[in-house]
C-alpha cells in the first residue's frame, strides 16, 4: 500500500541520492529522506507521497551511524544538508553520488573511487544570495521560504554576516525595503561587492564596485602579474578554499599545444588563468551579458592572446570550426550542456575536452553522449567546493579516438 502523507515510519536507509535526501524504501515504495545517513534505522515523517515515490524527513534516529555529529546549527538551513555527516563520510557519499549517476544515467560503470578533493568548511564562500526579511537577512530553511541564520552555519565569514547586516539597515534607514542581498568577495576577503534587490523593482549597489583576485592567488603563482575581477551579479566559483587546485587541475588538463575554446567562460576564469600562464590562441565564449562584459575587460590585459566573445554557445558553434588539434573546455550552469551545443562541441572533433561540471546527473548524461560520439574518458576528480552540501564539482576529462574521415585541420581556423 502506498504511504500517504503525514505518516510516520521507520526506515533502513540505503545509499544517497542527488540533493541531499538519501534512499530507503518502505513496502517497495522509494522513499527520499532528509537528515539521514545510509545503514541507519530512522523513524521519519512522510512530507508528500505519490504512488510511486515519497518524501520524508528524519524525526528519530533509531539506529545512529558511527559517522552521526551534532552539527551544532539547524540542519535545514540552506546548504547544510549534509551538516550531520561526519566530513570524511561526506566525501565518500559524493564519490557515491558521482558512481551512481555515470553507471545508472550515463551507463558507465567507473573501475574506480572518484577522489575529492577536500576544503575547510567555514568561511569557504565567496558568493551568496541572503534573503531579507522585516530587516534580517539570512538562507532559507530546506524547501521553504522560512528564514533562517547563516551565521551560526560558518558558511560565510562572521565579518562578511557584518556587513551585509550593516548595509541593510544602511538601505533601510535610507527608505528602501531590501528582500536580498547578492554578496561577492575576493579569496582575501578585504574586497567586497553587495548587489542590493528592493522591493517592487530596482536595487542598490553597496561595498566596492567589482573584487578582484591576482592571478597568481587563481593559478597557485603559475601565473606571474595581471587580476580577474568580476562583479556581484557575474558568477564565479565560491569556495576560497578550492579555487586554486581547481584551476591548476583545468590548466594541466589542457594540452601545451593547439588553440583552445573556453564555452560557458563566465567572467574568464580559466581562460583568463590560460593567458596569465603564457598560452595564447584562447577564445572565450559566454552568453550572459553581466559575465560577458567581465569577461571582455579581464581580457583586454592579454591582447592576441585570448579573443573573448558574447554570445551563445549554439549560435557560436554554428559560425566556427576549430582545428582537430584544438582543446575544447566547457563549464556549463547545472542543467548541463544543451543537446544543441553537444552536438555542436561532438561535430568539432577536438582533440580533447575538458569538462567542469557542478552536477554529476547532467555530466553523466553528457559524458554518454560524448562516448558516443567517438570520445573516452580519459579521468574524472571530483572537488568539494560546498562542504555540509550534497553540491560536488567534477572534472572530466574526454579524448577523441574515432574521428569523421571527412575531418582535417582549418586553415585559419
Known sequence: MSLTTGETIELVIEKPAGGGRMIARHEGQIVLVLGAIPGERVRAHVDRADKRLAFASTVAVLDPSADRREPGFDPRCGGCAYAHVAYERQLALKAEVIADAFERIGRIPLPDRVAIASSRDDGYRMRARLHVHQGRPGFYREGSHRLCDAGPTRQLLPETIE???????????????P?????????????????????GSGYLLAGDPSVADSLGTLTEE???????????VSFFQGNRFLIGRLVTTVLDAIPPDGEVLDLYAGVGLFAVALAGTGRSGVTAVEADRAAGGDLEANATAFPGALAPVVMPVEEYLARRRVDPSATILVDPPRTGISRVALEGIAAQDAAR????????????RDARRLLDAGYRLQSL???????NTPHV????VFDCVTRRPDVQAVPGS
Not at 353 to 364: E, G, H, K, M, R
Not at 381 to 387: A, I, M, Q
Not at 393 to 396: D, I, L, P
Request: charged share 30%; proline share 4%; aromatic share 6%.
Open 163 to 177: 556587513a551585509v547586516e550593516r548595509v541593510v539597515r544602511e538601505v533601510e534607514a535610507a527608505g528602501y525595503e
Open 179 to 199: 528582500i536580498a542581498v547578492d554578496v561577492s568577495e575576493n579569496v582575501a576577503a578585504d574586497q567586497r561587492a553587495m548587489r542590493v534587490e528592493l522591493s
Open 222 to 232: 603559475r601565473a606571474q602579474g595581471g587580476e580577474l575581477r568580476r562583479r556581484p
Open 353 to 364: 575536452i575538458v569538462y567542469v561540471s557542478c552536477d554529476p546527473a547532467t555530466l553523466a
Open 381 to 387: 576528480e571530483g572537488f568539494d567546493l560546498f562542504p
Open 393 to 396: 564539482e567534477s572534472v572530466g
